[in-house]
């Protein structure tokens, strides 16, 4: 069931007119409507939802008003990007591709005894570098190595140390001395 739009004779002439312009524009009225009467078949064609506006002053023929005038709807140019840009933007989608990749990769990588590796120039491998040394490490030792506080450099042997990488950490106290750490 087609459902046909009822259209004044001024409303189609205008509709007419302004589907004949390159851009669907509503720039040309009959010699005798003008003010209010120009308002009122502006108001019936947008009511009919044939005509819309760019949200200012100027109004286009709207996809419905080609079908009620029974035309093809008008197709958007075709866009020609420019080379470089598409080039530059290919470039940047490959860049980050592969990074994505190595991040990917980097999360895979698993240590010899299944444990997650660390990259070798963070904070927690320093950390973990002093603990190996056969003299061990002692907080503040490693506080001054990481810049951390106390509180931080004890939270990291139980969470990180203890918990995720599975170290097994050791420690003894010299008599009046600082307790020193060690990995067993």
């Known amino acids: 069931m087609t459902t046909t739009i009822k259209l004044t004779d001024t409303q189609h002439h205008v509709l007419t007119h302004a589907a ?9 009225f ?3 409507v003008k003010g209010g009467a120009r308002q009122k078949v502006i108001s019936g064609l947008f009511n009919k939802a044939l005509i819309t506006s760019n949200g200012g002053k100027d109004w286009f023929v709207a996809a ?9 709807r008008p ?11 598409e080039a530059a933007v290919s470039a ?19 240590g010899v005894e299944g444990k997650p590796r660390t990259r ?4 927690q491998a320093t950390v973990i570098q002093m603990l190996q040394r056969p003299e061990g490490a002692t907080i503040s030792q490693i ?3 990481t810049g951390w506080q106390a509180h931080t450099v004890r ?12 170290l097994n950490l050791t420690s003894d106290k010299a008599e009046g001395g600082e307790r020193t750490y060690r990995i067993a």
């Open 20 to 28: 004949d312009q390159p851009d669907g524009r509503l720039t040309w």
């Open 30 to 32: 009959p010699e005798g």
């Open 64 to 72: 419905e008003g080609y079908d009620a005038l029974g035309r093809v």
């Open 75 to 85: 197709t958007p140019a075709a866009i020609h990007p420019d080379p470089e840009v």
């Open 92 to 110: 940047a989608e490959a860049n980050w591709a592969q990074e994505k990749q190595d991040a990917a990769k980097g999360l895979l990588k698993v």
């Open 120 to 123: 070798e120039n963070s904070k």
């Open 143 to 145: 506080c001054a190595a």
């Open 155 to 166: 939270g990291t042997f139980a969470g990180a140390f203890k918990k995720k990488l599975g």
